[in-house]
Structure formats: C-alpha cells, structure tokens
C-alpha cells in the first residue's frame, strides 16, 4: 500500500536537512575537533562526545539561528522527492525548533519558490508537542529522526511513526523505518 504524500509529515533536523554532516563539518573546521558519524550515539550529542558542551551548543546554536551561512545541507535526494510530492500535496514539516523563521528560510533557498509555496512549517519548540499539529493537518504518518517522539507517535491511533534511520536511534525501536529518501519515495510513489 502506498501512502498518498499529503497524509506524511517530515521533521527537519536529520531527516531533510543533513544536520549531523554540518555538526561535524563545523567542529572540523571552526574548532579542530574531529567527530565520526558513528560516534553520534545518542540524540543528545553532549551525551556521546567528549568535546565541550559549550562548543556543541555554539555549534548547534549556528545551524539554528543561520542555516544558510554555514551551508547546512539537505540529506542526499531530499530535495528532488520532496518537490515531486509538492506536485500532489502540501509538504508538511514539524520540526523542534523554537523559530520557524531561520528553516523556512533554509527550505525556500533548497525547494524553490514552487515547492515552497506547496509548504507548512510548524516550529515547536518541544520535541514531544508535535502530535497536535499531526492531528491538525489530518497527517496518518510522520518521519523522524528521534526514536522518543516515534515511541510518542507510536501511541496514538491513526499515526504511524517512521524513523529516518540515523546512528542516535539505530537499535533503540521497533517501527518501521527508512535509511534514504529512496525509500521514502518508494513508500509514497513506488517507485
């Protein structure tokens, strides 16, 4: 069964922007720090590394306030598959970010005007307050990087959690998930 592209939302960080790619790039460039992908075992990256809370919160920091400046990039083939489904349906995104302003702007240089303008982009603030703007959107599936909020998720009737398989939740759940956009595009499209 394929799941029509306006009943799926997306979170941002992890599954359509590439923010550990920039994380580590960053600690590299702006602080001589080398990270692993392998070493982000855990959503809290404070948890997993030894570098300075400080420095992973400036860092962070950045790619909040200005994504664009510091070339946060899209997870490879986000872009293509998100404008193909724009073509059917609103794009809907739902992310814990506190300000929509910095990844509205992120996603309209990345989407295009057209693709865009097909968008919905709802900032939290709070990993866990996402469930009442699945519900508003009448959204039956949502993908996410961070396995606590598909375990949420994954409490509600009619939402169904799918977790963009990242090094922080691999081996912590039980739903169905996605390692690519391909496959998020076989889910809706098939094909």
């Not at 994380?23 to 460039?29: E, G, H, N, T, V």
């Not at 009448?138 to 009737?157: K, S, W």
Request: aromatic residues 8%.
């Amino acid at each position: 069964m394929k799941i029509a592209p306006g009943l799926i939302g997306f979170d941002i960080d992890g599954v359509v922007a590439d923010t550990s790619e920039a994380f580590i790039r960053l600690a590299a460039d702006d602080y001589s720090i080398t990270i692993h992908p392998e070493e982000l075992t855990d959503f809290m990256a404070e948890k997993c590394l030894t570098c300075s809370p400080q420095i992973i919160s400036e860092i962070f920091d950045r790619l909040l306030k200005i994504p664009l400046e510091v070339n946060l990039r899209p997870i490879p083939h986000a872009i293509s598959v998100l404008r193909k489904f724009a073509e059917a349906a609103p794009l809907t995104f739902i992310t814990a970010r506190p300000d929509p302003g910095p990844i509205s702007t992120w996603l309209e240089a990345h989407l295009g005007t057209t693709a865009y303008a097909q968008s919905r982009i709802v900032a939290t603030g709070d990993h866990d307050g996402k469930v009442p703007h699945i519900r508003r959107f009448g959204l039956n599936y949502f993908v996410d990087d961070r396995h606590q909020t598909c375990n949420q998720l994954a409490t509600e009737p009619d939402i169904t959690p799918i977790v963009f398989s990242q090094p922080w939740n691999r081996g912590r759940h039980t739903h169905s998930s996605v390692a690519s956009w391909h496959e998020i595009r076989q889910l809706c499209l098939g094909l």
